[in-house]
Structures are given as C-alpha cells and as structure tokens.
C-alpha cells in the first residue's frame, strides 16, 4: 500500500468514526445499560449488608426520564428512605442469603422498598399484603397458609420464600428480568398479552416497547431509582443505617400455644418489636401446635432459658369449637368474659350475634395466668412479696433484692412502661381492656410511657 493510500483510508476510518457517533449522539431515549458503572473491590469481605447486596447486582441499569424522575423524588424524601432502610436492615440478611443460595440478582432484596415500604404489615386496596405484597389467590398457588390463625402472605420468611419462587418461574417464563418484573407487578397473563398484541402490530416486545398501566410503567424505574441511591447514597445526601452482615433473626419451633405477649416478655422484648417479626399472627395467641417464632439472635437464649424456668400459663385462652347459632352474650357470659372482649379477641363484628358452623373461637381459660414480670426469675420470687415491674436492663442481683423485698402497700395506680398495652395492663391486674379505658375515660388504646392509670382493686402480687 502506498502512502497516499494509507492516508486516504486512515481518514475514511476517521469520519466513518465521527459519523457514528454523531448517530449516538442524537439517540436521547430510553436505554438499558448493561454497565452496572460500579468499582467493588472483591478482594475482602462485605464491609455490611449494602455492600454485600451491591456486590451481587446482576440486572441491567435502565436509564429513562422515569428513572431519573424517581431517583430525584426519594434522594427528596430522603427521611423515608431512612426508614424504609431502618425496617429493611431486620429481613436483609435472610433475603439476601436465599437469593444468593438460589443465584438470583441481589437487586431484588430492594423489591419490597418498592411494594412495601418494607412494612411486613402493609395492606394495600388490591388485598395485597405483607413486605412482598401477595393477593390472596397467588399466595394460594405458592402454598401461603391464611386460616384463622395465621396469614403466611406476613410472614418475613414464608413470604420471601414464595415471593422469589415466583420471580424465578416468572424469569424462565420471560427470560428477562425486566418483563419479569412487569408481570410480578401486572400479573404474568397481561405481560403476555401485551407481547402478543405488539408482535401482530410488527412492534418491539422488549419490556421498554410495551403498553402497560401506569403503575406497572413506573414499577422497575422505582427500583432502579431505590438501586441508584443504595449504590451510592453519598451522592444524594442519604446516611443508610448500618446494617450487619450477620442474620438478625433465628427460628425457633415450640410445640405449645403461647400469647404473644407473655413470648415476648420471656424473650424479654416489648410486643412491638416482637410483633414486627412475626405479624403473621391474627390473633393474640398462636395456634396450639406446630409454632414458629422469629426472634432476634441475640434473644433466642434468652426465651429458652426463661421459658425453662417459668411455671405458669403460656396462655390465657383455650379454643372453643361453638355450635351453629349460638349467642355470643351466652358464651362470654360462660367463661366469664364481657362480650366486648370476646368479640374483640375473636376479630367479631358488632353485627354478628351468633356463632356460625365451623366455627373457632378463643375464650378465657378456666385457670387466668399468673402475671409475667420483665422475667421470670421476677415471677417465681414474687412469692415472696409483692414486687414492681422491672425494666429488662435492671441487672439480675438487682432483681432479687427488688423481688425479696416485701412490699405491703397496695396501689390502685399503674405507671405506663414502655412496652405495655391495654391489654398486658388489665391481664396483670386480673381486669379487662374496657374497664380501664371506661375508668381512665380513654378515646384510644394508645398509651404514653410515664402516663399513670387508675386500676379497678389492688395489685395482684
């Protein structure tokens, strides 16, 4: 080749070059960037759980004017983000562990940001509900148990279960996790549907070329916006909370029914905090066998070796199979309960005034349990006096000189401590809810910690 030839086509190579890229330059749509634009320095171990899920993304960035419209919006709300964050550090280790075992994109750990807030309570006008958001009928067809007892679709671990059931076969069935997505959100037929209707029309079938509803279009940019500010939350002013990698929860099995609280004062937590691992309980007991409780790691020693030494009741309730067409007043009356506390317990209406066929009901047990102090060390020497109700800080040689020390003088007061209910209030001073809200003149089951009550009789030691 000549000089002057080589110049010749050094130069065509030149402006076909700038040609080209004067053709990108003009595309200012919607793209799907396989570039995860991320440096991870996989030499050491997760430094805490951000870390871990941002090491395992495996889902392409999306860049469109929604993405940036919503990363902008929670960068705004950056105290929600917080939140959600704060709720999300409970359940992230598990999730994360079964995506991982099941080699699914860690992206999808940030899914229930998008569904739920991370509130494994949230209930939405679809009937949807839990951290996943499951209709009734999908949680049938991934074997979510909803009985009387219990609804699974609020279960952090059967739901997460499920859930990435679901979004695997919905991956197979589309081969694209972005289509994937979509039919998590608008149901897998109307994906389809949709794909089959742009390919009679001779258009795209790739998740950016669909007609979907506005929810479902603004569904995967939500995620992408929450994956944008978790990869680099400096960026947006956001401080997330930090968050171990370590499991936060473990299971334990009992094989005997416990109310939910007297589970919580053994594991010596406030039945708040114990309700947000295992909301799936509809009522204020569990069922009588095959029980699973979540408690934190550092709590499940705790329950075993309190529940070894209590000696009382772990319920005060016992199940009551009523026959068709029995009242309600005559039950309660039966067992000594107000019909306003068997139809509270029970999830009754004001409307229904009899007993339907099949159907279950709780009614206090004959024998009303001994009152759980914050431990049970506390509730065995209380023989020995009448003794107050203990922080779960207060140390355990201070529990003893508390509890040996005899106090005779009765009280008609209780002073709110955090953690307590209506409910634990009136169970310990052998009461019920409705005569204490009607003595106290209280509008609502709130109460403040430091609020004193008035109390029907005296202290039961």
């Known amino acids: 080749?000549?000089?002057?030839?080589?110049?010749?086509?050094?130069?065509?190579?030149?402006?076909?070059?700038?040609?080209?890229?004067?053709?990108?330059?003009?595309?200012?749509?919607?793209?799907?960037?396989?570039?995860?634009?991320?440096?991870?320095?996989?030499?050491?171990?997760?430094?805490?759980?951000?870390?871990?899920?941002?090491?395992?993304?495996?889902?392409?960035?999306?860049?469109?004017?929604?993405?940036?419209?919503?990363?902008?919006?929670?960068?705004?709300?950056?105290?929600?983000?917080?939140?959600?964050?704060?709720?999300?550090?409970?359940?992230?280790?598990?999730?994360?562990?079964?995506?991982?075992?099941?080699?699914?994109?860690?992206?999808?750990?940030?899914?229930?940001?998008?569904?739920?807030?991370?509130?494994?309570?949230?209930?939405?006008?679809?009937?949807?509900?839990?951290?996943w958001q499951f209709v009734p009928g999908t949680a049938k067809d991934f074997n979510l148990e909803q009985n009387w007892w219990l609804d699974q679709?609020?279960?952090?671990?059967?739901?997460?279960?499920?859930?990435?059931?679901y979004l695997e076969y919905l991956y197979e069935l589309q081969g694209d996790w972005y289509l994937a997505l979509a039919s998590y959100n608008w149901g897998q037929g109307s994906v389809l549907r949709a794909i089959d209707k742009n390919e009679k029309a001779n258009l795209g079938i790739d998740y950016l070329s669909l007609r979907m509803p506005d929810e479902t279009r603004n569904y995967v940019p939500k995620l992408q916006a929450i994956k944008n500010i978790l990869t680099n939350p400096q960026q947006y002013n956001i401080a997330l909370p930090q968050v171990q990698n370590v499991p936060y929860f473990t299971t334990v099995a009992y094989n005997q029914q416990i109310d939910l609280d007297v589970a919580a004062q053994l594991a010596e937590m406030s039945l708040d905090d114990f309700r947000f691992l295992n909301p799936a309980y509809k009522r204020s007991t569990t069922p009588t066998t095959n029980v699973t409780l979540l408690l934190p790691t550092d709590k499940a020693d705790i329950f075993h070796e309190?529940?070894?030494?209590?000696?009382?009741?772990?319920?005060?309730?016992?199940?009551?199979?009523?026959?068709?067409?029995?009242?309600?007043?005559?039950?309660?009356?039966?067992?000594?309960?107000?019909?306003?506390?068997?139809?509270?317990?029970?999830?009754?209406?004001?409307?229904?005034?009899?007993a339907t066929a099949a159907q279950t009901l709780l009614v206090a047990a004959a024998t009303t349990p001994e009152p759980i102090q914050a431990d049970p060390l506390g509730t065995q020497l209380a023989a020995l006096g009448e003794v107050p109700v203990l922080p779960a800080t207060t140390s355990t040689s201070e529990r003893v000189r508390a509890t040996t020390a005899t106090n005779t003088a009765?009280?008609?007061?209780?002073?709110?401590?955090?953690?307590?209910?209506?409910?634990?209030?009136?169970?310990?001073?052998?009461?019920?809810?409705?005569?204490?809200?009607?003595?106290?003149?209280?509008?609502?089951?709130?109460?403040?910690?430091?609020?004193?009550?008035?109390?029907p009789g005296p202290t039961r030691g």
């Open 1 to 131: 080749m000549t000089l002057q030839r080589f110049f010749l086509v050094s130069l065509l190579v030149v402006l076909a070059g700038c040609a080209a890229n004067n053709q990108q330059s003009k595309h200012t749509g919607p793209q799907i960037a396989a570039d995860t634009s991320r440096t991870i320095d996989l030499t050491h171990p997760p430094k805490d759980m951000w870390d871990r899920i941002r090491r395992g993304y495996a889902i392409p960035n999306l860049r469109t004017d929604l993405v940036d419209y919503w990363t902008n919006y929670y960068a705004n709300n950056a105290r929600s983000v917080t939140v959600m964050s704060e709720r999300a550090s409970k359940y992230l280790y598990h999730i994360v562990d079964e995506l991982e075992r099941r080699n699914m994109p860690t992206e999808l750990a940030l899914l229930p940001f998008v569904e739920s807030a991370y509130n494994p309570e949230a209930y939405s006008k679809a009937h949807a509900s839990g951290l």
């Open 153 to 165: 679709r609020r279960d952090p671990v059967a739901s997460t279960n499920a859930a990435l059931d």
């Open 410 to 455: 009765a009280t008609r007061s209780h002073t709110v401590k955090k953690g307590d209910t209506l409910y634990s209030i009136a169970r310990r001073y052998n009461t019920t809810v409705s005569t204490l809200q009607q003595l106290n003149n209280l509008k609502s089951s709130r109460l403040a910690p430091g609020a004193r009550l008035r109390l």
């Open 306 to 354: 309190n529940i070894k030494r209590y000696q009382g009741r772990l319920s005060q309730w016992e199940v009551y199979a009523p026959k068709a067409g029995e009242s309600y007043t005559e039950i309660a009356s039966r067992y000594g309960m107000s019909l306003s506390q068997l139809r509270s317990i029970n999830g009754i209406n004001a409307k229904q005034q009899r």
